[in-house]
T-cell receptor, first 112, second 113 residues
Framework: SQQGEEDPQALSIQEGENATMNCSYK?????LQWYRQNSGRGLVHLIL?????REKHSGRLRVTLDTSKKSSSLLITASRAADTASYFC????????????FGKGITLSVRP | KAGVTQTPRYLIKTRGQQVTLSCSPI?????VSWYQQTPGQGLQFLFE???????NKGNFPGRFSGRQFSNSRSEMNVSTLELGDSALYLC????????????FGDGTRLSIL
């Protein structure tokens, strides 16, 4: 069953614009992670935010976590055509980081 | 460091057959997890092995099984294949502790005819 639900399901933007993707989840979590998947490839880990953290940055990525609303957002600034991919949020609610529950993903298209 | 390696990349089987998929984790990683990805159900957790022991299991029938060897390499087996088993099977490894990202291979694309 899906824990995370991403929003929107698809996003199309121009190169240089910012992309914001949202994720909601249902149960208590230990951490939330964002992954990227290019077509036909495996998932690439982008960022992990722990349940006691509110915001985290990594390069052009900014992730926020609101545990009271059970939601997270991923912001990609100054997007590039190479950012075109599917993005997934995943929650770890076991504490062992061994069983991630994924959302259905967001398809991001960045037009050159 | 080499990444997670999955073999084979593509596999075609017929209903009723069985299949074994292989995963070599990143060197030093002791945890290996398996996921099934389909357009309809998305990414679903199958099971996780840590130090040769199954530590977590998802909601899949007993036809899906796995094991892990002393060198942390893992295999996943699916018996009596059904059409619905067509999917991308992804393996991920991590050191095994808390709050650590998982590193994924490129998967095995299994098609059932």
């Amino acid at each position: 069953s899906q824990q995370g639900e991403e929003d929107p399901q698809a996003l199309s933007i121009q190169e240089g614009e910012n992309a914001t993707m949202n994720c909601s989840y249902k149960t208590s979590i230990n951490n939330l992670q964002w992954y990227r998947q290019n077509s036909g490839r495996g998932l690439v880990h982008l960022i992990l935010i722990r349940s006691n953290e509110r915001e985290k940055h990594s390069g052009r990525l900014r992730v926020t976590l609101d545990t009271s609303k059970k939601s997270s957002s991923l912001l990609i600034t100054a997007s590039r055509a190479a950012d075109t991919a599917s993005y997934f949020c995943a929650t770890d609610d076991t504490g062992a980081n061994s069983k991630l529950t994924f959302g259905k993903g967001i398809t991001l298209s960045v037009r050159p | 460091k080499a990444g997670v390696t999955q073999t084979p990349r593509y596999l075609i089987k017929t209903r009723g057959q069985q299949v074994t998929l292989s995963c070599s984790p990143i060197s030093g990683h002791r945890s290996v997890s398996w996921y099934q990805q389909t357009p309809g159900q998305g990414l679903q957790f199958l099971f996780e092995y840590f130090s040769e022991t199954q530590r977590n299991k998802g909601n899949f029938p007993g036809r899906f099984s796995g094991r892990q060897f002393s060198n942390s390499r893992s295999e996943m087996n699916v018996s009596t294949l059904e059409l619905g088993d067509s999917a991308l099977y992804l393996c991920a490894s991590s050191p095994g502790g808390n709050n650590q990202p998982q590193h994924f291979g490129d998967g095995t694309r299994l098609s059932i005819l």
